[in-house]
Every structure is written in C-alpha cells, then in structure tokens.
C-alpha cells in the first residue's frame, strides 16, 4: 500500500516537473522519498520479526 503512494506521488513529480511546476515536483519527489524509506524500514522490520518467530 505504501509503496503504491510512493510510486503515485513520483508520476505526480514528473507529470508537475513536465509541466513546469517546480515547486510542486519538489514537494511530491519528497513525500514520495519519505513514503519508499517509511517502506522499506517497515520491510526489514517485518522481514526481521518473521525469522526471529521462526
């Protein structure tokens, strides 16, 4: 679910970035970034807890 928002907010990022709305490309390049990283944190989390239950 969250890697499908990061994905979301990168094509908002090139679709504002073609258009020429700098700010806004930014703005969703960030979120995106902070939504992959939140991912992939909660990812190892998951990947970590599952071996140790085992």
């Keep these: 679910m969250m890697l499908r928002w990061s994905i979301i907010f990168f094509i908002i990022a090139i679709i ?7 700010g806004i490309a930014g703005a969703a390049i960030e979120i995106a970034k902070f939504i992959f ?18």
């Design 16 to 22: 504002a970035a073609f258009f020429g709305f700098i």
């Design 37 to 54: 990283y939140i991912f992939v944190v909660l990812f190892i989390i998951s990947l970590i807890g599952s071996a140790i239950k085992r």
